[in-house]
């Protein structure tokens, strides 16, 4: 079966560390990848999308960036975080079909 | 730039009524696809309509589109607590770009 997950589920980060979320996709090849925030209250807001390995497309100028190192993982990364990078993270793929994005479960990251 | 835009942002009905969502785009689409995401959680995909179809049903969701005024909208029947959740409009566009969701709505079914 297809399946998404990501980890980890919640991430308090002080301001100026490091940030690494991870996104695997199971039970598919080549999947187009995403990675959405999401503001508390708010709508979502694509980050980053991937078509294939190593090929990453950015939506939003920030200080965070993405990367495709195997088919079915995408990882989104920051050295230094901001406050501004609080939310909720999304990582989605799209199935062949009507059947949209799938959403993995995502991860809240509180930077304090 | 957001693509869609529903209406209204925030919406609370009773148990048993009919709960209705609007969404307006501004550009061609392929197709219009409607959310759901409950509170902390990822979003599900509800329902798919294709830019020739002008409506579709799933069980109590009917869904409506209107491509000449460019809208769309998502109608949930017989409403149930359950279905509190934040509903969201998505457009997909040609020349295979990303979707494009819209703020949502905030529906709250009271029982």
């Known amino acids: 079966s297809q399946t998404i997950h990501q980890w980890p589920a919640t991430l308090v980060q002080p301001v100026g560390s490091p940030l690494s979320l991870e996104c695997t996709v199971e039970g598919t090849s080549n999947p187009n990848l995403y990675w959405y925030r999401q503001a508390a209250g708010r709508g979502l807001q694509l980050l980053f999308y991937s078509v294939g390995i190593g090929q990453i497309s950015s939506e939003v100028p920030q200080n965070l960036s993405a990367s495709r190192p195997q088919d079915r993982q995408f990882i989104l990364s920051s050295k230094k975080l901001l406050l501004s990078d609080s939310g909720f993270y999304l990582c989605?793929?799209?199935?062949?079909?009507?059947?949209?994005?799938?959403f993995g479960p995502g991860t809240r990251l509180t930077v304090t | 730039s957001q693509q869609g835009e529903e209406d209204p942002q925030a919406l609370s009905i009773q148990e048993g009524e009919n709960a209705t969502m609007n969404c307006s785009y501004k550009t061609s689409i392929n197709n219009l696809q409607w959310y759901r995401q409950n509170s902390g959680r990822g979003l599900v995909h509800l329902i798919l309509i294709r830019s020739n179809e002008r409506e579709k049903h799933s069980g109590r969701l009917r869904v409506t589109l209107d491509t000449s005024k460019k809208s769309s909208s998502l109608l949930i029947t017989a409403s149930r607590a359950a279905d509190t959740a934040s509903y969201f409009c998505a457009t997909d566009r040609p020349g295979n770009t990303p979707l494009v969701f819209g703020k949502g709505t905030r529906l709250s079914v009271i029982a």
């Open positions: 989605a793929w799209s199935p062949p079909g009507d059947r949209g994005h799938l």
